[in-house]
């Protein structure tokens, strides 16, 4: 079978920078609905369009068809009093506590004595990303992945209840 709208396909995955650095590999493999449902970045569904199982794939996206230009407008520098007592670099936030929710989820990227660094860029932005795949397996989507919008993790139980009567 091969990957097409309404399919479930799953990929070993690696993400790498143009120098070949490796940034993740999946541990397990990686499970999406294709055909447009946005479990994928397009540019890296479109290319594995028709691909079957045990074929391979590397696909370099630059930062506009991966995870966005880098935009310095959604760095920001706060008030320290705003944030709770206890802050540790990494820490997220949906929009600024105290301030604006503008939905944009915020990285805290640096701690100083009155304020923090906030950046709301994905952390790999305006990075230019090679992508490595390996199909290992494609699968039509049952009728309650369509209809989810999304692919069922392989270990999800599944409980059908039987009406009593019959």
Known sequence: MEAARNT???????LADLWG??????????????????DLLPALERALEGKRAG?????????????GEYDEGL???????????ELTVGM???????????????AMTDI???????DGNHPLAGIAIEFRCKVRDVRAATP????????A??????????????
């Open 75 to 85: 760095l920001r520098v706060e008030p320290r009093a705003s944030f709770p007592a």
């Open 92 to 106: 997220q936030f949906e929009g600024v506590p105290g301030g604006e929710q503008d939905g944009v989820i915020y």
């Open 21 to 38: 650095n490796l940034i993740q590999r999946s541990d397990a493999p990686v499970h999406y609905l294709h055909g447009g449902y946005d």
């Open 8 to 14: 479930v396909v799953s990929l070993e995955l690696e």
């Open 144 to 151: 309650r992945e369509i209809e989810d919008g999304h692919a």
């Open 55 to 67: 074929e391979e794939l590397t696909l370099r996206l630059e930062p506009e068809e991966a995870f």
């Open 112 to 118: 100083a004595a009155d304020r923090v660094v906030l």
């Open 153 to 166: 993790e392989p270990d999800d139980l599944h409980v059908r209840v039987a009406n009593a009567s019959s």
